[in-house]
C-alpha cells in the first residue's frame, strides 16, 4: 500500500535559487542589470545597436546575448562599441537559465562595467519562466507583430518591468490598434513603464537611454 | 524544449523526498499545473520515461492537476477566467486584474512504498 508523502516544492526552485546567487554577484559588482525578452524579429539585437553607442561616456556596458547557435548578436553588439560581449550558445534550449548566465558571468570582470545587458533568446513563452538574477525585465514588443500578443502570452506580458514597443515608424502602415495593446498590457501589468520608439529612425531612444542611465546611477 | 530539464529537476525533488522517508519504490507524482504555467504535460510524460529509467522512480505514474487560470478586477473585485481575446473585466471593462490562480507548477506530493 503506497504511502503519499507531502512535497509542495516549487519546480523550479533550483532554478530560482542560481538567479539570486546571480544576483549578489551582480549586485557585489556594483552594475545594474537588464534582461531583454522579446519573439525572434522584434529588435532585441538592433535596440541594443542603437543603445550602444547613445550611452557611450555615459556607462560602461556588457552584453550577455543568448541564441541557439551563431555569435551573430554579440559579434553586432561588440561592434556598436560594448566593453564585453560575450555568447551564449543554448544548443537547443529555448531560453536562458540561472545556470548559463553563471557561466557567462565567470568570464567577466563585472567590476569594469555599470550596465549588464542579457539578450535572451527569441521566444516570447519559455524565458518568462526562468529568473536570471537580473535586477529588471524588459520586453521589446514591435508593432508588425500585432496587436494581439499580450492576450497570447500573458505570462511574459505580465512578468516585465519595463516595456519597448520598437517600429513605431511604422504605424501607418500596419493595423495595429495602439490602444487594444495598451489594454491587455494594462491588465496584467498596470502601471507598466512604456517606451514606444523606433531603432530605425532614433525615435523615443533618448528616453529609453535616459531610464538605464537613471536606473545604473542608483 | 524547456521540459527536459525540468523533468530532470522534478525527478530530484522526487527522489531527495523518496529518500528521505526510507522509500524503496516511488509509485506516483502529484504535479500541480496552471494554465498560465507554460508547461506541457504530454512533453514531460515523454522525458520522464527517459530521466527516470533506472531510479526508484522508473514505474511512476505522472498525475497532472490542472488549475484554470483566474484574474481578480482590482476595480470591481470581480472573478473571471480570462481568453486569448480578452483579458479586461468582463463585469466593468476594468483593467488591472491580479492573478489569483493558474501560475502554479509545484510537485504536490509522491506516492511511494
Not at chain 1, 514597443?165 to 501589468?189: S, T
Not at chain 2, 524503496?24 to 499545473?33: E, G, Y
Request: net charge negative; glycine share 8%; aromatic share 6%.
Amino acid at each position: 500500500m503506497p504511502t503519499n508523502i507531502p512535497v509542495v516544492e516549487n519546480i523550479l526552485n533550483a532554478n530560482d535559487r542560481l538567479a539570486l546567487e546571480n544576483r549578489t554577484r551582480i549586485d557585489a559588482a556594483g552594475v545594474f542589470s537588464i534582461n531583454i525578452l522579446a519573439s525572434p524579429g522584434a529588435g532585441k539585437t538592433s535596440l541594443i545597436e542603437q543603445t550602444l553607442p547613445l550611452l557611450k561616456g555615459r556607462l560602461r556596458v556588457a552584453t550577455i546575448d543568448g541564441d541557439i547557435a551563431t555569435s551573430i548578436d554579440a559579434d553586432r553588439a561588440a561592434a556598436a562599441g560594448a566593453g564585453a560581449a560575450i555568447q551564449i550558445n543554448t544548443g537547443g534550449d529555448c531560453h536562458l537559465d540561472a545556470v548559463m548566465l553563471r557561466g557567462a558571468l565567470e568570464q567577466l570582470d563585472l567590476t569594469q562595467f555599470d550596465l549588464l545587458i542579457v539578450e535572451n533568446v527569441g521566444n516570447l513563452v519559455c524565458p518568462a519562466n526562468f529568473k536570471l538574477g537580473t535586477h529588471k525585465t524588459v520586453l521589446v514588443a514591435s508593432v508588425p507583430e500585432g496587436d494581439d500578443k499580450p492576450y497570447k502570452y500573458p505570462g511574459t506580458y505580465r512578468g516585465v518591468d519595463a516595456l519597448v514597443i520598437n517600429k513605431i515608424d511604422l504605424l501607418p502602415y500596419v493595423n495595429f490598434r495602439m490602444d487594444y495593446f495598451q489594454q491587455g498590457v494594462q491588465v496584467l501589468n498596470p502601471g507598466v513603464t512604456t517606451f514606444p520608439l523606433s531603432c530605425r529612425t532614433g525615435e523615443g531612444l533618448d528616453i529609453w537611454v535616459e531610464w538605464l542611465v537613471q536606473n545604473a546611477k542608483k | 524544449m524547456h521540459e527536459l530539464p525540468v523533468t530532470q529537476s522534478i525527478l530530484k525533488i522526487a527522489l531527495d523526498h523518496a529518500e528521505k522517508a526510507n522509500a524503496q519504490r516511488i509509485t506516483a507524482l502529484n504535479i500541480v499545473m496552471g494554465e498560465l504555467s507554460s508547461m506541457v504535460d504530454d512533453s514531460i510524460q515523454f522525458y520522464w520515461e527517459i530521466v527516470a529509467k533506472d531510479t526508484i522512480a522508473e514505474k511512476a505514474t505522472l498525475n497532472f492537476r490542472r488549475v484554470p487560470a483566474e484574474l481578480q478586477c482590482m476595480t470591481c473585485f470581480h472573478k473571471y477566467h480570462p481568453t486569448d481575446k480578452e483579458l479586461v473585466c468582463p463585469q466593468c471593462g476594468g483593467v488591472g486584474a491580479k492573478i489569483i490562480a493558474g501560475e502554479e507548477f509545484a510537485l504536490e506530493s509522491i506516492d511511494v512504498e
